[in-house]
């Protein structure tokens, strides 16, 4: 792919974005297989739900472009997929699996933050103004999902904390 204007960054960019949801649905199916026990499943089945939706508002802004997304890895979501099965070949409790579940889903929503800003900013800079309005929709449910999470991390820790 040629990146011969920002256009072809912005696309290029969304459709590495496109592959993170992905594998961050994927990752998700990964953690739910090993906490379905928890408290949290409900939680994550409802964030895969939401990385669906958010997958079908990336495929709309690829349409409004006249473009369908390229192979574009997301290799920071391969590092976070790769470190997640280390941890879960350790053979983890389910009091551990449940707090490292809950602070790879907190970085995953700040990635998610941080990438969805990026694809905004320049979505507006170009006049995209829907794509940009569907952007950010996705980007408000990455900051709802990270503020879930960062309270969920306090409530596990207040926990552990009590039980040492």
């Not at 499943?41 to 390229?70: H, V, W, Y």
């Not at 940009?132 to 999470?149: D, M, P, S, Y």
């Amino acid at each position: 792919m040629p990146m011969d204007n920002p256009a072809d960054l912005f696309l290029y960019e969304l459709s590495g974005m496109y592959d993170a949801e992905h594998k961050s649905n994927q990752m998700i199916g990964e953690i739910l297989g090993r906490t379905e026990q928890s408290p949290l499943a409900q939680i994550l089945r409802a964030q895969q739900q939401q990385g669906q939706q958010k997958i079908q508002n990336l495929e709309t802004c690829f349409a409004m472009m006249e473009s369908e997304p390229d192979d574009v890895p997301c290799m920071a979501m391969d590092g976070m997929r790769a470190e997640f099965q280390a941890f879960a070949q350790q053979s983890p409790s389910m009091e551990a699996m449940e707090i490292y579940t809950v602070d790879a889903e907190t970085r995953l929503a700040h990635m998610g933050i941080a990438m969805y800003q990026g694809l905004i900013d320049k979505a507006l800079l170009m006049g995209e103004l829907q794509c940009a309005q569907i952007l950010r929709t996705n980007l408000v449910q990455k900051q709802e999902n990270a503020g879930t999470f960062e309270r969920i991390s306090h409530e596990l820790g207040q926990r552990v904390a009590m039980n040492v």
